[in-house]
């Protein structure tokens, strides 16, 4: 089996130490680190991501594979660095004015960053400001806005208006999830896209790239 195969099969049975020693593997055989990157580490968490969409596994197991692409990204990065490798795009992740639930933003940006999207975490009880704030500096691409509770939601419409007020709302795109949201309360505030789950959420993000 060759060294790929092998780090995207660790990878998804969340194999940290086996996964860190693969990549390193695979790095002094030659292998470019865009591939290692895209057919190890993103393809395997893509897999991951369906499985967690079909309920095939959980939250936990989601956790251990996320935390085995880090730690695997953390070896990869100086070779990325050196090969010029760049993200395929940035996003900021919050939870929004309120709100202090972190689970379902913390999974969000795990499945994005395991598709190869930098994430700014914002954290949780963001308001607009610091959020356009952020978009301002980092330039991000995409704002994901969560919301766990039905009395929180309505803040999802303020960073929306906060957007359009700075002028900035053409250069971002809005997606929206959380327990009490559906898609027609997204329609109704102006969202680009509403996401079910984490996974959804990193492929439509992608998406939004391409």
Do not use: W
Request: with cysteine; glycine share 8%; aromatic share 2%.
């Amino acid at each position: 089996m060759s060294v790929l195969l092998q780090i995207n099969e660790m990878l998804q049975k969340g194999r940290a130490k086996n996964v860190e020693e693969l990549v390193n593997q695979a790095i002094n055989e030659g292998i470019p680190a865009q591939s290692i990157l895209n057919d190890g580490l993103i393809s395997a968490m893509m897999v991951v991501g369906q499985k967690f969409k079909e309920n095939k596994i959980y939250v936990p197991e989601v956790l251990i594979a996320a935390r085995a692409m880090n730690a695997a990204v953390a070896v990869l990065q100086p070779e990325l660095v050196k090969q010029g490798v760049k993200p395929v795009g940035k996003a900021i992740v919050c939870t929004v004015k309120g709100d202090l639930h972190d689970i379902g933003k913390n999974l969000v940006k795990m499945m994005l960053e395991g598709v190869g999207i930098e994430c700014v975490d914002l954290g949780v009880d963001v308001d607009g400001d610091a959020i356009v704030e952020a978009v301002k500096e980092t330039g991000a691409n995409v704002v994901c806005l969560s919301a766990l509770l039905t009395t929180t939601m309505t803040a999802q419409k303020d960073v929306i208006d906060a957007l359009k007020e700075a002028g900035v709302r053409n250069s971002v795109k809005v997606m929206v999830g959380g327990a009490p949201v559906t898609q027609s309360f997204a329609d109704s505030i102006g969202a680009d896209a509403y996401a079910v789950d984490a996974a959804s959420a990193a492929e439509i993000a992608l998406t939004f790239f391409k």
